[in-house]
């Protein structure tokens, strides 16, 4: 069975703090997305990482895939409270399905950053 | 602007009745458009692939008698969820990928269902 595993689900920063999103899931895809979901909202597109290695970074994020280790991190410098709202991660299945798009999503992190 | 669009926005009906939502690539095709399910505070989960021109593929446990797909089109997929039940009130998302080669998996605004 596919598990994509985000943690923490919760965070609660401060401003100006670092801190690190980790997703571990367990099937081979090298095709992994990172969204932003503010409450009542749909999913902002922030990230797209294709292959072993990859590294993007937009601002204050930055975001890393392992896929030998199965990884990838979001990582957030200096927090400020704009980027409250809850991160997914999502594992690209479309070849196991032979589509274009299929994702499986993390449970998603709820980030909170506090003056 | 938004690349894939939803409509209605926001929907209630009576327990019993059933509604359509619609889901539309803009300015693109896309051959295969997929929807999701979002309970609050909860993730989104992949209900079916709906593919242009053929029957839906649903994911394990999701009744395809309850929740019709039709993708009449390139740039059109239509959710219906029959004799709906409150249990059944989500929020509901749809998404296509722009292009065979494209990267970027375009999500739409969403559908918040409220079954009373």
């Known amino acids: 069975e596919l598990k994509v595993e985000q943690n923490p689900l919760f965070l609660s920063m401060q401003e100006g703090k670092n801190y690190t999103i980790y997703c571990n899931y367990s099937t081979t895809s090298d095709r992994l997305y990172w969204y932003r979901q503010d409450p009542g909202k749909s999913l902002e597109s922030l990230f797209v990482l294709l292959s072993n290695g990859a590294v993007k970074q937009e601002g204050r994020l930055m975001a890393s895939l392992d896929t030998k280790a199965r990884l990838s991190t979001l990582h957030i410098t200096a927090a400020v409270h704009d980027l409250s709202a809850t991160y997914f991660c999502?594992?690209?299945?479309?070849?196991?399905?032979?589509?274009?798009?299929?994702?499986?999503f993390g449970k998603g992190t709820k980030l909170s950053v506090k003056p | 602007g938004a690349v894939v669009s939803q409509h209605p926005s926001r929907v209630i009906c009576k327990s019993g009745t059933s509604v359509k939502i619609e889901c539309r690539s803009l300015?693109?095709?896309?051959?295969?458009m997929f929807w999701y399910r979002q309970f609050p505070k909860q993730s989104l989960m992949l209900m079916a692939t709906s593919n242009e021109g053929s029957k839906a593929t649903y994911e394990q446990g999701v009744e395809k008698d309850k929740f019709l797909i039709n993708h009449a089109s390139l740039t059109l997929s239509t959710l219906t969820v029959t004799s709906a039940h409150p249990e059944d009130s989500s929020f509901y998302i749809c998404?296509?990928?722009?292009?065979?080669?494209?990267?970027?998996?375009?999500f739409g605004e969403g559908s918040w269902l409220t079954v009373v």
């Open positions: 300015d693109f095709q896309a051959t295969t």
């Open positions: 998404s296509a990928r722009r292009g065979p080669t494209g990267n970027t998996i375009y």
């Open positions: 999502a594992v690209d299945i479309s070849p196991e399905r032979g589509s274009q798009g299929n994702l499986i």
